[in-house]
């Protein structure tokens, strides 16, 4: 019978090209790529009534003269139907999840598989789930104007929005008023939930909101951010691609602005 196999080298994921010059994700009976007795080819979930297996592969698989290709997980979202690649992400996080927790935490012993989303320690019994890594991401207001910032650890010349990580035992609107705080030195008002994102990236979750600036002025922290300022939508400096749920934060309030 075949199934889907989202198969890994890295970063990359296996492509197959379609006559049509569309792609998608290998559907076979068997591995599209070498595996070996080591290889850990994990049940995910179903696409369209298939099967759907994951695994990462070990070495580069020559792609010459075969259907295949190999494609950056997030130029992926380019190529792939969206549902596709949202279970790309949900493979790509399971795979790492499998590499990174290969021997328990408490005794040294190596884990094996529980069930398809748990594994127990062989010595110990102790078991453990796939983590998410939970983050905030706003876009705060100004009358007309948005706050945009460039961040040291960006891949590009773009400019993004105020975001980090939840800290332990904090709720999603303290982790955003802190942050912006702590990045920017403003106080924000008017806290606005908008949406969720998974950001396999390597295993996150983005937590988006609005947020009516309060008061302060920007004084960026340099650790994280090499550029901040208000801008309005005459003059925009580059912004996220489509991918991320930044872009769907600056892309809402175009479409408000323009309205």
Request: hydrophobic share 35%.
């Amino acid at each position: 019978m075949k199934k889907f196999y989202f198969a890994f080298f890295r970063d990359e994921i296996l492509l197959e090209r379609s006559g049509d010059n569309s792609y998608t994700i290998p559907c076979t009976e068997t591995p599209p790529t070498t595996t070996s007795t080591q290889t850990n080819i994990m049940d995910i979930t179903t696409l369209d009534g298939f099967e759907v297996k994951a695994y990462a592969m070990d070495e580069r698989p020559a792609t010459d003269g075969t259907p295949y290709e190999l494609c950056g997980l997030r130029q992926s979202y380019y190529k792939l139907p969206y549902k596709v690649y949202k279970t790309a992400g949900k493979c790509k996080e399971l795979v790492y999840w499998d590499a990174s927790s290969r021997y328990c935490g408490v005794c040294g012993a190596p884990m094996r598989m529980n069930t398809p989303i748990s594994k127990k320690c062989d010595k110990c019994g102790k078991e453990v789930w796939p983590q998410l890594s939970t983050a905030i991401i706003v876009l705060i207001h100004r009358d007309d104007d948005i706050l945009l910032v460039h961040a040291k650890n960006f891949k590009g010349s773009f400019f993004g929005l105020v975001a980090g990580f939840v800290e332990t035992g904090e709720t999603l609107e303290e982790a955003v008023h802190r942050e912006v705080m702590e990045e920017t030195g403003l106080k924000i008002k008017n806290l606005r939930y908008f949406g969720s994102q998974p950001w396999p990236y390597p295993c996150g979750l983005m937590v988006g909101f609005n947020a009516d600036y309060d008061s302060g002025t920007i004084k960026l922290q340099e650790s994280e951010l090499s550029a901040g300022a208000w801008f309005n939508k005459e003059c925009l400096p580059e912004i996220p691609e489509k991918l991320s749920i930044a872009r769907r934060l600056i892309d809402a309030w175009l479409q408000g602005a323009q309205q």
